[in-house]
C-alpha cells in the first residue's frame, strides 16, 4: 500500500522555492534529487541533528512519537494529546491533505506552544527577523513561513485552541561554559537511516539553557497570513496555496514551470551517464522547446554573478547571447572589470587578446609576481562552523580549524609539500595547536605566503579572538598573536589571494567566469603544455620528482580519453577508492570515505565528531582529508607554474 500524498512542511517549503519541484519530488529512481541526497550530510556538518537532540533536553517530561508511518504517528499523536498536560517531540497533525511533524509541542489544557527547531544562527542582541523597512527580512522569511504553515495545519486540525508559535535557535551571543557536548549526541548509522543516540549523561549535564533561543514568532506568522506566502516573484494567502499545491502534489499534477534566476540553483539536474532525467532542463524545455544543443549553448543562467537574469527571462531572452547588449562594460585599467569577464563569456575572447582558449593580463601578472619573495608558501585551511559549540568558551557557529596544508617552492623552481596538520580528534579543541604548527611552518622565512580567496584571513583573524579571549594560560599566546597579526590584512607579511589576482588577470572559457580553484586548476591543466609534460609523469610524491606527505609516484595529467585532462579532484576521488580497496568494510559507503570537495571535507570533520565508527574507518577518513588539502595547495603550485611559465615565454618572444 502507497504512502499517502500530503503536502508535509518540507514539501511546502519546496513548493515556495518553486512549485514545479512539487512534482519532481520523492521519485528518485526517475530524477536526480541533489539536495535530497546532500540533506543527512549537510544537517550533519552543522550540527542540525544535535540541535533537536539539545533541544529536547529543555523538556525532560517530553514523549517521542516515532512512528514514520503518517496514519501511526497520526493516531498515537491524538491519544496523547487527549492528556491535560503533555509535551510531544515530532507530533503528527493532519488536516486534510495537509501534514506537519511538530518539532515540538507543549499542551497545557488548551493552551498549547508549537516550537520549530532550526540550526539556523540566532543572535538575541542583535536579532535580525525584520528588515530596515520593517519587512521579514529574506534570510529569516523561509523559517517563519515554516512556521506559519504549520500553524495552519494545526488551527484547522483544532479550531477551538489557543497556540502560540516558536523558533528555537542556537544564539550567537551566548558563550557555552562546558565541554564535550559534541560527544553526548551520536550519530549512529542504521541502514539507510540514521539516528542520534543522547548520551544518558546528557540529561544531568549543567548548561546554560539560553544557548537556544525560544523567540516567539506570532507576530511575524501573523504578518505571513496577512502578507501572503512569498514564491518566485508571487505572494499568495497560505490557506489558498497550501490546497492548491497539496491537491497537485496528491494527483501528482505537474504545476507549470515558471522560469527565473532561481532555475540556476534547481537540484533536479542529473549528471551525464547517470540514467536519470533532468527536471531543470524538462521545464526549460517546456517553456522554451530547448534542446540538448541549445543547453550546451549557453543560457543566460551560466554568466557569472550577472544581476538581471530574472529580467531578462522574464522578456523571453534566455540563450546566453542574449544577455551582450545588457552588459555595460567598464574598465578597470589592467585589471578585467566584472563587466569585461561577462562579456568575455558571452561573446568570446576578442580574437587579438586570445592566447589559446584563455585571457591574461601579461603586464599586471608580471607586475605582481615580481614584488613576491621567495620561498613561495601556499597554504589552504580546512575549518568548521557547526551549531553548538564543542568547547568550553566558544558560542554557536563560532569556527574551528582542524587543517592545514603548506606547499613550498624555491627560487630555482623546485616544489615540495612540506608541512600539514590535521587534529580530529573530539576532545581537542585545536585552534591554537592549529595556530601553533602554523607558525611553525612560517616563521623560519620571509617569503610570500598565498591563500586563494579571503578565507584564510577571516579565519585567522577569529583565532586572535580566540586567543585574546581565551582563558587558558598560553606561554606563546603573545608570540601567536604578534604572528598571527602579521599574516591578516595590514600585516608586515599579510597573505596573498591568488584568487583575487585570478579575478583581476586571468579568464578561461572553460571556467564561465568563476574564479574557483575546481573550475581554475583544470583550465591551466589543458591549456598549458608545461603542467600537461610535467604532470603526466608519476613525479608527484617520486624519490626524485616532488617530495609528498600523501601520495607515491602519482601522475595528476591524465587524459580522459579525448585528449583533455581528467578533472585532479575526480582523480583523488578515484585513488582514495583504490587506496581503500578491499579495506572497505561491509557496511562502509565508499563515498562518505572520500574527500574530493571542501562541503566534504568540513562533513567529514563533523563525522569525526559526532559518530561512532571503528578505529580503521577514523583513520581512513583522516588519510582522505589529508590527501584532498594536500590537492589544494598543490592546486595553487600547478596554477602558478602554468601563469609564469606563460609570462617568461611572451618575455623571451
Not at 513561513?145 to 502560540?164: I, M, N
Amino acid at each position: 500500500m502507497s504512502s499517502p500524498r500530503y503536502l508535509t512542511k518540507s514539501r511546502f517549503k519546496l513548493a515556495a522555492e518553486c512549485p514545479t519541484k512539487l512534482f519532481y519530488t520523492g521519485k528518485s529512481k526517475i530524477y536526480r534529487d541533489q539536495k535530497q541526497e546532500d540533506t543527512f550530510l549537510a544537517m550533519l556538518a552543522e550540527g542540525g541533528y544535535q540541535v533537536g537532540e539539545l533541544a529536547k533536553l529543555l523538556y525532560p517530561e517530553g514523549i517521542e512519537i516515532e512512528s514514520i508511518n503518517h496514519e501511526e504517528a497520526e493516531t498515537k499523536t491524538l491519544e496523547m494529546l487527549k492528556q491535560e498536560k503533555v509535551t510531544l517531540f515530532e507530533p503528527a497533525i493532519r488536516f486534510g491533505d495537509l501534514f506537519a511533524r511538530v518539532d515540538i509541542l507543549v499542551k497545557d489544557g488548551h493552551d498549547y506552544q508549537l516550537i520549530e527547531v532550526k540550526a539556523k544562527s540566532y543572535d538575541s542582541k542583535n536579532p535580525k527577523i525584520l528588515g530596515a523597512r520593517g519587512e521579514i527580512s529574506s534570510g529569516m522569511r523561509p523559517y517563519i513561513e515554516d512556521v506559519a504553515f504549520q500553524a495552519h495545519v494545526f488551527r484547522s486540525a483544532f479550531p477551538g485552541a489557543s497556540l502560540k508559535t516558536f523558533l528555537m535557535m542556537p544564539d550567537k551571543s551566548v558563550q557555552i561554559q562546558v565541554s564535550g557536548l559534541n560527544q553526548l549526541f551520536k550519530i549512529i548509522r542504521d541502514g539507510k537511516r540514521s539516528k542520534v543516540i543522547t548520551s544518558p549523561k546528557a540529561r544531568d549535564l549543567q548548561f546554560d539553557k539560553n544557548i537556544l533561543a525560544l523567540v516567539s514568532t506570532d507576530e511575524f506568522v501573523e504578518m505571513i497570513n496577512e502578507e501572503g506566502v512569498e514564491y518566485l516573484s508571487y505572494k499568495e494567502k497560505l490557506p489558498l496555496l497550501a490546497n492548491k499545491w497539496a491537491a497537485a502534489y496528491k494527483a501528482d499534477e505537474k504545476i507549470p514551470p515558471l522560469p527565473g534566476s532561481h532555475c540556476g540553483s534547481c537540484e533536479f539536474k542529473s549528471i551525464p551517464g547517470d540514467g536519470l532525467r533532468s527536471g531543470f532542463k524538462e521545464c526549460w524545455a517546456e517553456a522554451y522547446n530547448f534542446t540538448e544543443s541549445d543547453f550546451a549553448e549557453g543560457t543566460v543562467l551560466d554568466i557569472y554573478n550577472f544581476r538581471k537574469k530574472d529580467l531578462l527571462i522574464s522578456q523571453g531572452k534566455v540563450r546566453i547571447q542574449s544577455a551582450a547588449g545588457e552588459i555595460n562594460t567598464n574598465s578597470e585599467g589592467e585589471k578585467l572589470s566584472l563587466s569585461e569577464r561577462q562579456l568575455m563569456q558571452i561573446c568570446g575572447i576578442p580574437p587579438e587578446e586570445d592566447e589559446g582558449g584563455f585571457w591574461i593580463a601579461k603586464n599586471l601578472m608580471k607586475k605582481e609576481i615580481n614584488g613576491w619573495t621567495y620561498p613561495y608558501h601556499f597554504i589552504d585551511f580546512e575549518t568548521s562552523t557547526v551549531a553548538i559549540p564543542f568547547h568550553s568558551g566558544m558560542r554557536p557557529y563560532e569556527p574551528v580549524a582542524f587543517q592545514f596544508s603548506h606547499h613550498v617552492m624555491y627560487e630555482d623552481g623546485t616544489v615540495a609539500h612540506i608541512g600539514e596538520f590535521l587534529l580530529s580528534d573530539p576532545s581537542e579543541f585545536p585552534n591554537f595547536k592549529f595556530a601553533q604548527a602554523l607558525k611553525n611552518e612560517l616563521d623560519k622565512d620571509y617569503g610570500t605566503i598565498f591563500m586563494w580567496s579571503h578565507h584564510e584571513n577571516t579565519i585567522l583573524r577569529k583565532i586572535i579572538d580566540q586567543l585574546e579571549n581565551s582563558p587558558e594560560p598560553l606561554s606563546d599566546k603573545a608570540s601567536l598573536i604578534e604572528f598571527i597579526r602579521s599574516l591578516v590584512n595590514g600585516g608586515n607579511r599579510q597573505l596573498y589571494d591568488l584568487c583575487q589576482l585570478s579575478k583581476d588577470a586571468y579568464f578561461h572559457v572553460s571556467t564561465k567566469g568563476s574564479s574557483s580553484i575546481k573550475k581554475v586548476l583544470p583550465a591551466v591543466l589543458n591549456s598549458s603544455e608545461l603542467l600537461r609534460t610535467k604532470y603526466s609523469q608519476p613525479v608527484y610524491g617520486s624519490e626524485k620528482g616532488i617530495p609528498s606527505k600523501n601520495y607515491l609516484n602519482f601522475q595528476w595529467w591524465v587524459d580522459n580519453g579525448h585528449g583533455i585532462a581528467t578533472d585532479p579532484y575526480q582523480l583523488l576521488k578515484d585513488y582514495g577508492t583504490t587506496l581503500i580497496g578491499e579495506e572497505l568494510a561491509p557496511e562502509e559507503d565508499p563515498d562518505e570515505l572520500m574527500i574530493a570537495e571542501g562541503g566534504a571535507a568540513a562533513t567529514a570533520y563533523a563525522r569525526l565528531q559526532f559518530e561512532d565508527m571503528p578505529v580503521e574507518t577514523r583513520e581512513k577518513i583522516n588519510q582522505a582529508l589529508l590527501r584532498y588539502c594536500e590537492l589544494d595547495t598543490l592546486a595553487m603550485v600547478m596554477i602558478f607554474q602554468a601563469w609564469k611559465n606563460h609570462i617568461d615565454s611572451i618575455a623571451m618572444v
